[in-house]
């Protein structure tokens, strides 16, 4: 079993072995250790050539939003269970395209022939495949968080800002909605000023509420499915036997894999806010709640609580993250009915609404907002007061999206469009829910200084921005 005592002995290993005491500051001084490599240059009105890494469940519904754009010829399928019956879809709908289990084999023998890789596979791996890409001069598009840890997801703000020649875009696809525009447009026309308080939520069922809190240990192995490489699902991470209660989308549950609730659902839900409020990183992170907690997977509810300093004329703002199916914010007067967003489906099973639908809660100066998820709309509440203003024509027009997000990232390959959630910006993002994740696991408040990087207050907060080292053959991943 791994106990806070033997795994902040590794950790602090780690810490120092990797030279992150100061993580941002490591990774701007890292060497440079791979040879320059330019980008693949895609032709405006031809298709981009992608390959898919990660094909059933999430993978599987970006392929048909991917194939539903008409910009993508897909040359490479790439999954470590290819074969099992959730991959046999996508493999149906292209059968000339060359298939892999082992990314690394992908890459080392077609990485000539492919533009652009999309990555739709756990949390955790998405690190080591991105960057892979990155490297390979390939665009990449990967699924939401960027990267399970701090420091990860520092290393590949930094990849990417090296290779300013390589197109990157995270998946939250509501920033390519109406919310991404509403929420320029009303910023640029001072409806939205003087924002000091968000509540984000998310409250629906999670698949660990069926587990125990109490148990002490990770679940027995089980049969492994003859089509599964194991060993390359877990990529750089500490071997685990296998078990499905890792697999099939289960490892969402567990802080060795995944990032709960906050990572999910995060980057759908208060990204706009990130971005449009210059938010950046927090000085101070704590839990409120925590009911359920255990060592291994996450708690049955969480409240979080994120303070965000001053920002040149912005005044301070606290960001407060609510998960579990009875742990809600406090509703403001006028609030209304719970709105639902146009949530993706995940393997045809289609969003079932809740009583307090994922969204979140927005206090300004002058007005109080209102949002679901993704790319839906805020409005001002209670809703007399929205009305109002559209009735005097104070709220500009939001302007269409000229295109979704998937088209946004390849007519950016194309050089046609810029992405909208590239890794420069989607990474801070991804750091602020790591922050979060590390507050959960502990169960504790610390303190964090923007500048440094680093956790100042909790030594063994400070060594999980890193985390326990990679396994033996994925070092160089992290060596930019």
Same mark, same amino acid.
């Given at each position: 079993?791994?106990?806070?005592?033997?795994?902040?002995?590794? #950790?602090?290993?780690?810490?120092? #072995?990797?030279?992150?005491?100061?993580?941002?500051?490591?990774?701007?001084?890292?060497?440079?250790?791979?040879?320059?490599?330019?980008?693949?240059?895609?032709?405006?009105?031809?298709?981009?050539?992608?390959?898919?890494?990660?094909?059933?469940?999430?993978?599987?519904?970006?392929?048909?939003?991917? !194939?539903?754009?008409?910009?993508?010829?897909?040359?490479?399928?790439?999954?470590?269970?290819?074969?099992?019956?959730?991959?046999?879809?996508?493999?149906?709908?292209?059968?000339?395209?060359?298939?892999?289990?082992?990314?690394?084999?992908?890459?080392?023998?077609?990485?000539?022939?492919?533009?652009?890789?999309?990555?739709?596979?756990?949390?955790?791996?998405?690190?080591?495949?991105?960057?892979?890409?990155?490297?390979?001069?390939?665009?990449?598009?990967? !699924?939401?968080?960027?990267?399970?840890?701090?420091?990860?997801?520092?290393?590949?703000?930094?990849? #990417?800002?090296?290779?300013?020649?390589?197109?990157?875009?995270? *998946?939250?696809? *509501?920033?390519?909605?109406?919310?991404?525009?509403?929420?320029?447009?009303?910023?640029?026309?001072?409806?939205?000023?003087?924002?000091?308080?968000?509540?984000?939520?998310?409250?629906?069922?999670?698949?660990?509420?069926?587990?125990?809190?109490?148990?002490?240990?990770?679940?027995?192995?089980?049969?492994?499915?003859?089509?599964?490489?194991?060993?390359?699902?877990?990529?750089?991470?500490?071997?685990?036997?296998?078990?499905?209660?890792?697999?099939?989308?289960?490892?969402?549950?567990?802080?060795?894999?995944?990032?709960?609730?906050?990572?999910?659902?995060?980057?759908?839900?208060?990204?706009?806010?990130?971005?449009? @409020?210059?938010? *950046?990183?927090?000085?101070?992170?704590?839990?409120?709640?925590?009911?359920?907690?255990?060592?291994?997977?996450?708690?049955?509810?969480?409240?979080?609580?994120?303070?965000?300093?001053?920002? *040149?004329?912005?005044?301070?703002?606290?960001?407060?993250?609510?998960?579990?199916?009875?742990?809600?914010?406090?509703?403001?007067?006028?609030?209304?009915?719970?709105?639902?967003?146009?949530?993706?489906?995940?393997?045809?099973?289609?969003?079932?609404?809740?009583?307090?639908?994922?969204?979140?809660?927005?206090?300004?100066?002058?007005?109080?907002?209102?949002?679901?998820?993704?790319?839906?709309?805020?409005?001002?509440?209670?809703?007399?007061?929205?009305?109002?203003?559209?009735?005097?024509?104070?709220?500009?027009?939001?302007?269409?999206?000229?295109?979704?997000?998937?088209?946004?990232? @390849?007519?950016?390959?194309?050089?046609?469009?810029?992405?909208?959630?590239?890794?420069?910006?989607?990474?801070?993002?991804?750091?602020?829910?790591?922050?979060?994740?590390?507050?959960?696991?502990?169960?504790?408040?610390?303190?964090?200084?923007?500048?440094?990087?680093?956790?100042?207050?909790?030594?063994?907060?400070?060594?999980?921005?890193?985390?326990?080292?990679?396994?033996?053959?994925?070092?160089?991943?992290?060596?930019?």
């Amino acid at each position: 079993m791994i106990t806070r005592r033997n795994f902040l002995r590794t #950790a602090g290993a780690a810490t120092a #072995a990797f030279a992150v005491g100061n993580t941002l500051n490591a990774c701007k001084n890292a060497v440079n250790a791979g040879k320059s490599v330019a980008a693949a240059v895609v032709t405006p009105g031809t298709k981009v050539n992608v390959a898919l890494v990660g094909v059933g469940h999430r993978g599987n519904e970006n392929a048909k939003c991917i !194939e539903a754009t008409g910009l993508a010829n897909v040359v490479a399928l790439c999954d470590v269970n290819m074969g099992a019956p959730h991959t046999l879809e996508v493999m149906g709908m292209y059968p000339g395209a060359r298939q892999f289990k082992d990314f690394r084999k992908m890459f080392d023998e077609m990485g000539k022939s492919i533009e652009a890789v999309f990555i739709s596979t756990p949390d955790f791996s998405h690190f080591p495949i991105a960057m892979r890409a990155i490297k390979e001069g390939i665009h990449v598009y990967c !699924e939401k968080p960027l990267c399970r840890t701090f420091h990860e997801n520092a290393l590949l703000i930094e990849a #990417a800002k090296r290779h300013p020649e390589v197109v990157t875009q995270m *998946g939250n696809q *509501g920033h390519s909605g109406e919310n991404y525009f509403q929420w320029k447009a009303w910023t640029e026309a001072g409806i939205i000023k003087d924002v000091t308080r968000i509540d984000a939520h998310m409250n629906n069922p999670r698949r660990w509420h069926s587990f125990d809190p109490a148990t002490g240990r990770f679940p027995e192995a089980d049969q492994m499915p003859q089509t599964m490489d194991w060993d390359v699902w877990l990529a750089q991470c500490m071997h685990h036997d296998y078990s499905l209660l890792f697999d099939e989308g289960n490892w969402r549950c567990w802080y060795d894999f995944g990032m709960g609730a906050l990572g999910d659902w995060g980057a759908h839900i208060f990204d706009t806010a990130h971005e449009f @409020l210059d938010l *950046g990183l927090p000085t101070e992170v704590g839990m409120v709640k925590a009911e359920g907690h255990n060592d291994y997977f996450f708690p049955m509810s969480s409240t979080i609580r994120f303070r965000f300093p001053r920002r *040149g004329n912005k005044p301070a703002c606290e960001l407060t993250w609510y998960d579990g199916v009875d742990n809600f914010p406090e509703l403001p007067e006028g609030y209304g009915a719970s709105e639902l967003a146009d949530i993706p489906s995940v393997d045809g099973k289609a969003y079932v609404p809740q009583k307090l639908n994922p969204g979140k809660i927005i206090y300004s100066r002058d007005y109080i907002f209102k949002g679901s998820s993704h790319a839906a709309p805020l409005h001002i509440i209670p809703e007399e007061v929205e009305k109002q203003l559209q009735d005097e024509h104070k709220l500009p027009e939001v302007p269409a999206s000229p295109s979704n997000h998937y088209e946004n990232f @390849l007519k950016s390959c194309m050089g046609l469009e810029k992405t909208r959630s590239p890794f420069e910006k989607a990474g801070v993002l991804c750091q602020v829910m790591n922050l979060g994740v590390i507050a959960q696991r502990l169960n504790t408040t610390f303190k964090f200084d923007r500048l440094s990087g680093e956790i100042i207050d909790n030594p063994f907060a400070n060594a999980l921005l890193t985390g326990i080292p990679p396994r033996k053959g994925w070092e160089d991943y992290y060596v930019l």
